[in-house]
Antibody
Framework: EVQLVESGGGLVQPGGSLRLSCAASGFTFSSYEMNWVRQAPGKGLEWVSYISSSGSTIYYADSVKGRFTISRDNAKNSLYLQMNSLRAEDTAVYYC?????????????????????WGQGTLVTVSS | EIVMTQSPATLSVSPGERATLSCRAS??????LAWYQQKPGQAPRLLIYGASTRATGIPARFSGSGSGTEFTLTISSLQSEDFAVYYCQQYNNWPPPLRYTFGQGTKLEIK
């Protein structure tokens, strides 16, 4: 059974830092691209960051670029999100999510898939 | 950035009836469109990918259609467990860099 379990959330002051972890099990973690997605209280879903299966390709949403760092340890079946310079607007439940298998389109361009498995989320609250 | 717009924001439908949810992209995403269902306190669940392919274990009453910029999720006969919030998501990796974007959601409520 595929399982994704996030941890590391909590209350932090504005300007502070936090490191989230996502422990994966039930599948070959090193073969899958992964993402972080967040959801502010009562709001919709916002994609945060993507990392390829090897960790060599990384993308960020503009709202977190320069402040957040995604990484992974395939030997430990774990995904991470280092969050620095936190702001009140970063308050949200943070989910890790696995990407389905991507494909190459007719132009030979790689298209990553959507998210087929999600963790239960970890709440990050940025407040003084 | 590709902007996804869902309509309506809230849809009131009676159990057993059909629900039709819409999603529009600000530019073409081909068929790189997914739909998710989210219930209170739960993580989203993938329903549809490739605009029209049901994910594993999703009942046949859920169907997706569309391509380019206009997409529809149809639930043919609403069951009590279908009342939830639904999000569309584009995963078209063009133009680069990759930017997944979600719609703002449609809340499907019991009429």
């Amino acid at each position: 059974e595929v399982q994704l379990v996030e941890s590391g959330g909590g209350l932090v002051q504005p300007g502070g830092s936090l490191r989230l972890s996502c422990a994966a099990s039930g599948f070959t973690f090193s073969s899958y691209e992964m993402n972080w997605v967040r959801q502010a209280p009562g709001k919709g879903l916002e994609w945060v960051s993507y990392i390829s299966s090897s960790g060599s390709t990384i993308y960020y949403a503009d709202s977190v670029k320069g402040r957040f760092t995604i990484s992974r340890d395939n030997a430990k079946n774990s995904l991470y999100l280092q969050m620095n310079s936190l702001r009140a607007e970063d308050t949200a439940v943070y989910y890790c999510a696995r990407v389905t298998v991507g494909y190459y389109d007719s132009s030979g361009y790689y298209v990553p898939g959507p998210f087929d498995y999600w963790g239960q989320g970890t709440l990050v609250t940025v407040s003084s | 950035e590709i902007v996804m717009t869902q309509s309506p924001a809230t849809l009131s439908v009676s159990p057993g009836e059909r629900a039709t949810l819409s999603c529009r992209a600000s530019q073409s995403v081909s068929s790189n469109l997914a739909w998710y269902q989210q219930k209170p306190g739960q993580a989203p669940r993938l329903l549809i990918y490739g605009a029209s392919t049901r994910a594993t274990g999703i009942p046949a009453r859920f169907s997706g259609s569309g391509s380019g910029t206009e997409f529809t999720l149809t639930i043919s006969s609403l069951q009590s467990e279908d009342f939830a919030v639904y999000y569309c998501q584009q995963y078209n990796n063009w133009p680069p860099p990759l930017r997944y974007t979600f719609g703002q959601g449609t809340k499907l409520e019991i009429k």
